[in-house]
């Protein structure tokens, strides 16, 4: 596949000014409603279909159906990532009207780490085709544990990560707007909202483990993993606001990503040495299994309506008081003192 530069500045160029949008029309914090989380999630993924019709026209059905198969891996698999959000969100009691904020630049980070996966894992696979057999038994194994912990659940007071944040960045135990940073007595200070970003970007490069090495059993073309990527994540915020208080409903979805995963990992196993699986297959294998394990779930829990996961009862964070918000001094002060 023969991909020239404009073309990739063109694509980062085009995400770029999309985020760039999506920023300017959530500039002022405010609820995301389903309503809207509905029509920009309608956009975003007319945006990654429109792509794939794009790739079809230009360089043919078999690169837009690898295109395809990784954009719906990505797809299905940020479905879980969205639910792990919910979790985290809900147990920090972030303010419905902060949350757009923190996912913003969690998606943008996430763009970042993963063309940084991506890359490296492309030159790996290039100087090292032997990697691929641990990338086809991690896809396994990934896919095994998650069917053998389909009940088990993110409990974000036990994560390492924000235990490390707490002993080595000083905060405070209030959010302050959406402000990532206050200064107080002279003091800069990490607000609460910046501690649930650093988890939310920790937990999109857990899942980055898992989903880009889906991808690459389906295409070996970095152009296609890295848009596949892009576009699936650009639609992620969207699909959070739209999913978050149906996480209960999705009681099976867990074991179709599980064989998602299972099915990729045989699929690169057998690509290496023994049989390449059509891409058509693949994809329609990949179809299936999603769309059969959210229906199962939706038919299960017929009846149950929206309701966000359940909090504690104890929240570790709370919104500042108005004493609290006037005693924040501008982040500005000290600089300025220093400089007179």
Known sequence: MDVPFWVWVA????????????????????????????????IWVAFGVGFG????????????????????????????????????????????????????????????FRGLFIAGGAVLIQNFSWILYIFAAFLLWTGWKMIRERNVHLDPEKSAVLRVFRRFVPMTDAYHGQRFLVRKGGVLLATPLLAVLVLVEATDVIFAVDSIPAIFAVTDE????????????????????????LIHRFVYLKIGLALVLI???????????????????????????????I????????????HAPPAPENPPFRLATQDEEAAVEPLWLRRTAGAR
């Not at 160029?13 to 029309?25: Q, S, T, Y």
């Not at 699929?267 to 999603?290: E, G, H, N, Q």
């Open 53 to 112: 019709v794009l790739i079809w026209q230009v360089w043919g059905a078999e690169f837009a159906q690898q295109y395809f198969a990784g954009y719906l891996i990505e797809k299905s698999l940020a479905v879980d990532n969205v639910f792990v959000w919910a979790i985290i969100f809900t147990y920090f009691a972030v303010p419905a009207q902060f949350q757009h904020r923190v996912l913003f630049l969690g998606v943008l980070g996430a763009l970042v």
């Open 222 to 245: 970095v152009f296609l993993v890295f848009t596949a990527n892009a576009f699936a994540i650009l639609g992620l915020r969207a699909m959070y606001f739209l999913l978050a208080d």
């Open 11 to 42: 694509v980062l160029g085009f995400i770029v000014v999309m985020l760039a949008v999506d920023l300017f029309a959530h500039r002022r914090a405010h609820v995301i409603s389903v309503r809207e989380a509905a029509v920009w999630s309608a």
């Open 295 to 306: 229906v199962a779930s939706l038919r299960a829990t017929r009846g149950q309506g929206r």
């Open 263 to 293: 099915w990729v990992g045989i699929k690169m196993l057998l690509k290496i040495d023994i049989f390449y699986i059509p891409t058509t297959i693949s994809l329609a294998v990949v179809a299936t299994i999603i769309t059969v394990s």
